[in-house]
């Protein structure tokens, strides 16, 4: 079981960006896996963002997203990222990252391997 560490939340306007960065609290190597990005909205349920394959060959996005959030990865500093440009106020949440069995299907989302972290809030508000 992996457990994961998020970072880079904040305070931000809306037409901001922030980047989120994740990495595992062990040592753990990400190098082969899809990790993927969630969101968790007070009173709603948790979503998935956006995905990246272990080789970063394949992603995938939440249609709100798309277009303004960016996911990358450092295999090398064992780091996964989450650009996040013209962020809205919808965008405020809680955001999470995991290991995933996979990255662009239309159940990647729905499994994650291992347990969830503390996450790193997001606020976007003027």
């Known amino acids: 079981q992996v457990d994961f560490a998020e970072s880079g939340g904040g305070l931000v306007q809306p037409g901001g960006s922030l980047r989120l960065s994740c990495t595992p609290t062990?040592?753990?190597?990400?190098?082969?896996?899809?990790i993927g990005w969630f969101r968790q909205a007070p009173g709603k349920e948790r979503e998935g963002v956006s995905c990246i394959s272990g080789s970063a060959a394949r992603t995938d996005y939440l249609d709100s997203v798309n277009g303004r959030f960016t996911i990358s990865r450092d295999n090398a500093k064992n780091l996964v990222y989450l650009q996040m440009n013209s962020l809205k106020p919808e965008d405020t949440a809680n955001y999470y990252c995991a290991r995933l069995f996979h990255c662009g299907r239309s159940d990647s989302f729905q499994k994650i391997a291992g347990s969830w972290g503390q996450g790193t809030q997001v606020t976007v508000s003027s």
């Open positions: 062990s040592e753990f190597s990400l190098r082969y896996y899809s």
